[in-house]
């Protein structure tokens, strides 16, 4: 008698119910309907998921399979690996969250919560003070958070090793196929072609925000820099939804209509100050939730958060689940940056919020990206290093500031070694996604001008590719789109193009 046999159907359905009441709590909570955040009970209903067995049966099954059942059954395997790392590290960062929610900073008899340190510090004008805030922090985090951290970590690459991968490294090079130390050499090459023109790209921008250019800033000053207060009055939050729905509309999309897109807005005491999409069901019930603040990082925050939600929303009902929910998060991430570029066009600009004088928003975004993208340069390099087989953790918190701080261009410090990095590789989706993103603009204005955003047609264009899901790794769909290839070179010259 034959044992029997591994449901991969059930197992299927059972990740998609996982995901839809994961998704769900998280709307609820984050929109501010109930206060507390109740994941752990649906971990449990559903922990057979995400068991050892769980990872080396979808994982064998993957192996015997071929084509497009493959690829389904790779992105399946990464959802079993990451809940399974997750549930070795869950307790770890509940501690960790509960510790740092009660954690507090002293800046010169001032007492500030430590998560809301780094807002404080954001809207600081003085610089020396935002130094005071930031040693604070720092001190804090390596102190009481750092054990925690690690702790996790090791875990997660004791978990790896468990499951027959050499490291944590070559457990997420299998699963998103990816040759991630290859994609780090990449953007290696990517930081030496911007290394001249990065200073005279970003030092008009930094004096202009923070008062000094590169050569003479600190770190404590870069929130400052990315949150540029200045531009705020070129963003008024009256104008924040209507200029979405105005956007949308033009591409051939009645937000109001689409009845699986929930556009909530409504003011809740408990409702998240940053926007987000939530996916319960896709495409059937997805939610873009926004504060009703405004400036420009909420403006910013929102398109890309509308991204996500119209990439999922016109999603293909019939696809697979696993092209539906998992997949290459680059390719959602691709949609998200180019909605959310819009608000540094200077044709949006214009034509949406008639705004004049929009240059110095267009200088800003062309500084914080090429800033961004170094410092993602240094994370991958850096991920990858930290996540190899046989890594000497003591020798990376070293690793880490020499790295971030010379493709950075500012002294940066050891104590972030840990909590800067995200789990599962997501930099590498980051990274491709901003590529992408740019081919995607670039194709749009090839075939329907500067103002795209206002073709319907350019609409009809982005919903054939949005009805794909994630299908198609972003690499795949590139090609069969507009038969290019991510280009991190052509992105290095159009960032610091004089
Ligand atoms: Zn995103």
Known sequence: MQPLAWDLDQYRRGAEGFL?????????????????????????????LFDREAVERVGETRSAAMGEEATRLRYLHQFALDGFLGARTREIEARTAELEASLEIEVAGETIAYRMAPVVQANEPDAGRRAEIEAARTAVLAERLNPLHLEALESAHAACSELGWPSYLDAYSDVRALDLRALAGRLGEFAEATEAGYARTVDPDLERTVG????????????????AAHLDELFPSDKMVPALRRTLSRLGIDLDAQRNVTLDTEKRPTKSPRAFCSTPRVPQEVYLVMPPIGGREDYAA????????????????????EFR????????????????????????????????GAAAAIEHARAARLMMLRRYSAKIAYEVELHG???????????YSALLGERIGVPWPRETWLSDVDPSFYVACYLRAWALEGDWRRELEGRFGDAWFGDREAGEWLRGLWAQGQRREAERLL?????????????ATELTAV
Not at 302 to 321: K, P, Q, S
Not at 325 to 353: C, K, M, Q, Y
């Open 302 to 321: 929102l398109f890309h958060e509308a991204g996500h939600a119209e990439h999922y929303g016109c999603t293909e009902a019939d696809l697979a689940f």
């Open 212 to 227: 000094a250019p590169l050569a003479g800033l600190r770190r404590s000053d870069l929130a400052r820099f990315f949150r």
């Open 325 to 356: 929910h998992l997949g290459d998060n680059a390719v959602t991430e691709s949609f998200a940056f180019l909605l959310e570029g819009l608000t540094a066009s200077p044709e949006w600009l214009e034509r949406i919020l008639g705004a004049e």
């Open 479 to 491: 090609a069969d789109a507009t038969g290019g290839s991510l280009d991190f070179a052509r992105l």
């Open 389 to 399: 087989p046989g890594v000497d953790l003591k020798a990376m918190p070293e690793r």
């Open 20 to 48: 839809e009441e994961i998704d769900r709590e998280y709307y609820l909570q984050g929109a501010g309907h109930k206060p507390d955040l109740a994941i752990e009970p649906i971990y449990e209903r559903h922990e057979e």
